[in-house]
């Protein structure tokens, strides 16, 4: 399965983006999706996961009310609607699928077997 990550940009505080991650080579449906983030010198930081099927979502308690994932699996895309973007969520951001990611590796980069290349987003303040 290939994943990639679509939408990033710039973007004044305040302002918002929509990411999107399509899989090609694979069926998006079997796989738990999540989008991870990522500044130079820092570990890749979990953003928020949805399950296979849509039912559960888990956040990052910072983006909590200000973002959403959601999956549509009849077109193999995930998105990630970013709003009330502050300078703190500039990054590369990445998507990543898991055939059988555990709940404990929900926000765990090893829970995921399929990466994307990253999209950057870049907040003005």
């Known amino acids: 399965v290939q994943l990639q990550a679509f939408g990033g940009g710039l973007v004044e505080a305040g ?3 929509r990411l999107s991650c399509v899989a090609s080579g694979g069926t998006l449906s079997r796989l738990n ?3 991870f983030r990522q500044v130079p010198g820092k570990e890749r930081e979990f953003v928020a996961a949805i399950r296979k099927s849509g039912g559960n979502t888990y956040y990052l308690d910072s983006v909590k009310g200000r973002f959403t994932i959601s999956r549509d699996n009849a077109k193999n895309t995930v ?3 970013m709003n009330s973007l502050t300078p703190e969520d500039m990054a590369v951001y990445h998507c990543a699928g898991g055939l059988r990611t555990i709940l404990s590796e929900t926000r765990e980069p090893r ?4 990466w ?3 999209t950057q987003v870049t907040v003005s303040s």
């Open 15 to 17: 302002g918002s983006l």
């Open 33 to 35: 999706m999540a989008w």
């Open 79 to 81: 998105l990630l609607q």
């Open 111 to 114: 829970g995921y077997d399929y």
């Open 116 to 118: 994307g290349q990253g």
